[in-house]
């Protein structure tokens, strides 16, 4: 098992390349397939690191409390959504990108103050 912190940084650092890898897929003019590996192994990263913190502060398998449930139905929307209007609804990308970024503050805001 790792460290709290450990599983922080790979969190956190999982969570600035898939967004930063979605911006660019939803606003580019091309489609890169780097990109899009590096969206879906980050965001394995992401489910990985964010339930080994689980975990770390104590959450149990049977109990997850809502603020985590929340914020795993937001990352499912975002890891689900985001390459779909990439790919489909190219049109909408600037929106999709501002959705994007609303999202990832109210999960933050969730997980921060555990709502």
Do not use: D
């Not at 398998?61 to 975002?78: D, E, N, R, S």
Request: charged share 10%; aromatic share 12%; net charge positive.
């Amino acid at each position: 098992m790792f460290s709290y912190e450990l599983y922080k940084i790979i969190h956190l650092t999982s969570l600035m390349i898939v967004f930063t890898s979605m911006s660019i897929q939803l606003v580019g003019e091309k489609e890169i397939k780097l990109l899009k590996i590096l969206s879906g192994v980050g965001s394995f990263f992401i489910l990985v690191s964010g339930m080994g913190l689980l975990a770390r502060i104590g959450v149990s398998h049977g109990g997850m409390p809502v603020w985590a449930m929340l914020k795993i139905a937001i990352w499912i929307t975002l890891a689900v959504g985001l390459p779909v209007v990439g790919k489909r609804f190219k049109q909408h990308g600037y929106t999709a990108y501002w959705v994007a970024m609303c999202l990832f503050v109210v999960a933050a805001i969730i997980v921060n103050y555990r709502i």
